[in-house]
């Protein structure tokens, strides 16, 4: 971690992600090695306040640094082997601990740290008082290998103590616990890189003594208060070879709990969003016909649909008035309240053709009227409807705009950004919500392929739907598929696939080729259905199942349906779990068809 004025290799990484950008200007302004020719990379993990961080998206935050690393940093540390790293960061503790894992430790660096009086950045500076003497306390560590599962919390303080109720809040019976703390903290109690290096050393005996004498444990969940330059040299001390699950947590003192899970590192998580050139290449390609589509068909057709006067939202989506006659007694609250396409922001929006990271996939900026697509959104989107012959990545863009559209209007859901923002802690009020946007966008849908692809209708009402909503619950899907299977979902999520699931079922079972109204009918009904028996979890306020369960004997699923409950604990409830874990909607029809043939 020691400079060499024999260096001739330096890459400076600039890595930021509160409200202030590190300048190339400023970091080479203080550089102790002088004569190395100097690689500087600009790293900006997102934009926060400090305020704020409690509520980061931490998990779409570590997914679009690991893309942006594997495009700007990975390929210069292939490139210069021997070369020297200077970190200078500023971006919030998981965040920064996740970045210095991803560096690893094949090369040496040096951190450079912003004082937090002075405001500059120092290699090394004077203790924080006269007299002040860094010190760790002494570190308990097991001397023989201990049996058993559990979990392992580690907190390391330098800036102040952590309390330790703080972290039973979160982990409340660990089985083993280690405090790497200071006799004095201070914020500026690393104010020599020797200081940095005799921490992450300590930081080193407990993950040895986790990997030799605590082979049977689980988790490591991780606390730290520490200036920023600490977390990225612990990072790098990470193989999850050895450390297969660290779950980092952010603090706040005025929250409950004051500790939120944030990142959590695994070795499945190194490899799941890396994107080629071609997939980069592709999702460039969609974002450009996605914004063909959106100025040459979809702003045309809101004009064709709402240039004549209509009664309500539904008569402007019926392909005739006898149509809407036949449908219109469906029409009750609160579907008849929903607005019109032509009050949404569509015929003014358009899509930035620039911008290719996105955390949470996708961002709509409300003053010029631009939606945001993520690199790994479309390209994941596509791998999906690629599997499936009976999808469209067309429609399913088509799908994705009418339903965001309903949720941003002002005079619809009014999701606006200061709304949207923790709107997961509120699961029943967003699952209203998405369910009322994706029958709006799925029956705005079939009166776009009436007017400008009819040739989707020509098997029929039923096979249109059931195609419809395929395409739709896909793009739902490509949220969050990363290539592997997954271990939790959020219950909000579940319920959401739980609901189009079972109407796509219903609609399946139509007789003949079904009939719009039928459907309607089928739609304005939303489904009340229920699963319960697998271990829950809180994770930052949202509640997720756990899918890895050893015994699935608890498992059941529950329904009202025409004013009866329904309880079932059917003998295909592996495939619906199963189906969860793979991201595969045909499991789950599959488990759910036995439920509904007992109805």
Known sequence: MRESSQQTVQIVIA??????????????AVLENKEATNIFVDFEAGYAKLEDLYDLPFENIALMQQRKFTALVKPLLEEYPTAHIAYFGLAPIPVIFHFGYLVGNTHP?????????????????????????????????????????????????????????????????????????????????????????????????????????????????????????????????INTNIYPYIQTYQYDRRQVPKNRSAILI???????????????EEASVIRKDWNKQLQDRIKPFIKTI??????????????????????????????????????????????????????EGFEYIEKNNTWLLDDGFLSGLKKRLDKD???????????????????????????????????????????????QADVWALLTEYRYCCLYEPDKLNDGIKVFFCNAIDSAVETMWSFADTGNEISSIQIRSMNRFLNWYWQWLLIENLPGKGKLEEVISIFFDKPVIEFAGAPMEL?????????????????????????????????????????????????????????????
């Open 109 to 237: 660096f040096t951190i450079y740290q912003w004082h937090h009086q002075q405001n500059r950045w120092f290699y090394k500076i004077d203790p924080p008082s006269d007299g002040y003497i860094f010190k760790i306390k002494p570190v308990v560590l097991p001397l023989e290998k201990q049996r058993g599962s559990g979990d392992v919390t580690i907190r390391i303080g330098t800036s102040f103590s952590i309390d330790q109720q703080a972290s039973y809040e979160v982990v409340s019976s660990p089985a083993n616990e280690f405090d790497i703390e200071l006799e004095v903290p201070h914020p500026d109690s690393l104010y020599e890189q020797e200081n940095i290096i005799k921490m992450v050393d300590s930081f080193q005996e407990v993950l040895n003594a986790y990997a030799n004498k605590l082979t049977d444990r689980e988790q490591i969940h991780l606390f730290i208060a520490s200036s920023a330059g600490l977390p990225f040299a612990l990072g790098t001390r």
């Open 389 to 435: 012959p009976n999808t469209d990545l067309m429609q399913a863009g088509r799908l994705f705009f009418f339903h965001e559209a309903l949720h941003y209007s002002r005079e619809g859901h009014r999701l606006t950004r200061e709304i949207a923002t923790g709107i997961g802690q509120f699961p029943k009020v967003i699952e209203e919500a998405d369910y």
């Open 266 to 280: 695994t070795k499945e998580s190194n490899d799941k969003i890396v994107l080629t050139k071609d997939e980069i």
């Open 15 to 28: 890595h930021y992600g509160l409200d202030r950008k590190i300048t190339q200007q400023e970091c080479e």
């Open 306 to 359: 709402t240039g004549k006067e209509n009664t309500s939202w539904l008569q402007s989506v019926c392909e005739s008035d006898a149509e809407y006659t036949s449908v219109s007694k469906h029409l009750r609250s609160p579907w008849s309240s929903v607005i019109s396409i032509g009050a949404t922001s569509l015929l003014h929006d358009q899509i930035d053709l620039s911008v290719k990271n996105v955390d």
């Open 539 to 599: 994770r930052a306020h949202r509640t997720f199942y756990k899918l890895n369960m050893q015994q699935h004997q608890n498992l059941q699923l529950a329904a009202f349906v025409n004013n009866r409950v329904h309880r079932f604990a059917p003998v295909t409830i592996d495939d619906i779990i199963t189906g969860f874990k793979q991201l595969k909607g045909e499991k789950i029809k599959y488990g759910l068809k036995s439920f509904q043939v007992t109805i």
